[in-house]
């Protein structure tokens, strides 16, 4: 079974440029999260998806952020324009719809690393 | 709000056992999950604790007290490879199941030889 995969691995962009990362979660997993780790901070929740509904979305800074799940599969998140503030690591994870999500577990992504220059 | 406060950073030697706390503040409570993530990787699922008490899974183990509002991970036999940061975490309240995560900051393990 393949893994969460996220695309790119590494983005080094200029203050103002758009970026758009991409994730791929495990196949059949209805749960799909953006979280984004600022250097040396904890991991901070950006947005749930549900299949392809916004579950949760208070983990977005500002309107500069934009997720989209299309058909209920992969995830692309965009950040236009991005800010110097926007550099860290984004992660992306999936689990399974009810019961069979068990203790809490959350499947990652290895992460993109975004560098806003 | 939910916070979890864990030490920033550890070091110990090759063969020893180390010991990371992680404290909580929510409003409700899911259980405890520990993650480890190697730098440059992919967090990954460690162990879960709903219930007071120890679970162990080979050389890592993880307590947890709710009337402490306390948990722990316990390393034990330490080797080079266990050098990660490791993040203690709550399910958000909020939700039954599936939602999200709130972590700690994380604790980087220096394991050295």
């Known amino acids: 079974e393949a893994g969460v995969t996220q695309f790119p691995s590494h983005s080094v962009i200029e203050k103002g440029q758009t970026v758009t990362l991409r994730c791929d979660p495990i196949?059949?997993?209805?749960?799909l999260y953006w979280y984004r780790r600022v250097m040396g901070k904890e991991i901070k929740f950006l947005l749930h998806?549900?299949?392809?509904?916004?579950?949760?979305e208070s983990g977005m800074p500002n309107n500069r952020f934009l997720a989209e799940r299309t058909g209920g599969t992969y995830s692309t998140l965009k950040v236009q324009p991005a800010e110097l503030e926007d550099s860290g690591v984004y992660f992306c994870?999936?689990?399974?719809?009810?019961?069979?999500?068990?203790?809490?577990?959350?499947?990652f992504g290895p992460g993109t690393r975004l560098t806003v220059l | 709000g939910q916070s979890l406060e864990q030490p920033s950073e550890v070091t110990a030697v090759e063969g020893a056992i180390v010991q990371i706390n992680c404290t909580y503040q929510t409003s409700g409570f899911y259980g405890l999950s520990w993650y480890q993530q190697h730098d440059g990787g992919a967090p990954t699922f460690l162990s879960y604790?709903?219930?007071?008490g120890l679970e162990e899974t080979g050389r890592f183990s993880s307590f947890l007290s709710r009337s402490d509002s306390y948990g722990y991970l316990l390393l034990q036999e330490l080797q080079m490879k266990d050098s990660a940061s490791y993040f203690c975490?709550?399910?958000?309240?909020?939700?039954?199941?599936?939602?999200?995560?709130?972590f700690g900051q994380g604790t980087e393990l220096s394991v050295k030889p």
């Open positions: 975490a709550v399910r958000d309240p909020g939700e039954n199941q599936g939602g999200k995560l709130i």
């Open positions: 998806f549900v299949k392809e509904s916004k579950q949760d």
């Open positions: 196949s059949g997993h209805d749960n």
């Open positions: 604790n709903a219930l007071d």
């Open positions: 994870a999936s689990s399974p719809a009810g019961e069979r999500s068990r203790y809490n577990e959350q499947f």
